[in-house]
């Protein structure tokens, strides 16, 4: 599976942005695709995902504020992110887990929140 990201930028606090995760090739594998993130300093900690059987999960960080949402047609996932903290500034990845729980990663999109 091959992911892009797009999206990301620099937003003052309180703020909105949207990434989007475009995958390609064996699509049909992934069991479970979203979204982490890396702040300078800090491991790469789960942000959201879609699991099997369209369930989605969100750390509790971002609970309320940001919504995932997916365009199967476009096998396309996007991070609605609203209420934006400088805490939340971070490299966010796009995630895709296979059924063998092999994962691959999106190339990073920066998100910068000013306070």
């Known amino acids: 599976v091959q992911l892009q990201a797009f999206g990301g930028g620099l937003v003052q606090a309180g703020g909105s942005l949207i990434l989007a995760c475009a995958a390609s090739?064996?699509?049909?594998?992934?069991?479970?695709i979203g979204w982490y993130r890396q702040a300078p300093g800090k491991e790469r900690e789960f942000v959201a995902n879609f699991s099997t059987g369209g369930i989605t999960k969100y750390a509790d960080s971002v609970k309320g504020r940001f919504t995932i949402s997916r365009d199967n047609a476009k096998n396309t996932v996007y991070l609605q992110m609203n209420s934006l903290k400088p805490e939340d500034t971070a490299v966010y990845y796009c995630?895709?887990?296979?059924?063998?729980?092999?994962?691959?990663w999106g190339q990073g999109t920066q998100v910068t929140v000013s306070s």
């Open positions: 995630n895709a887990e296979d059924r063998t729980g092999s994962n691959s």
């Open positions: 090739g064996s699509t049909f594998h992934i069991n479970a």
